[in-house]
């Protein structure tokens, strides 16, 4: 799978998996941002924020991840898990160039 996943995408979700807050900000634009069920994160400093209290600060885990909807933007459909939400959902990221612009997640 990690071939059809854009690079930028790929390097989110390894943060995540490794639990790595600042390799996850990094891999987004300076502009960049979370939309998380309609509440906006922009910029690093408040993704990093709403990372350390909402993902990987809760221990966020993705499995049985695969693409829900190819290109780009490019949707993926994965079970998330940990110690906050746990259920499926759709995360949907836009690449500009090798960063991410946006990662949006929905039901």
Known sequence: MSQEIPAAVQR?????????????VAAFADHGYVDDWGRQFRGHDQIRSWSSNELIGKRATFTD???????NPITLLTQVGGDGFNGPSHFTFDVQGDQLASMTITA
């Open 12 to 24: 989110a979700l390894t943060a995540i998996d490794e639990q790595d807050n600042d390799a996850f």
């Open 65 to 71: 991840t695969r693409i829900a909807t190819p290109g």
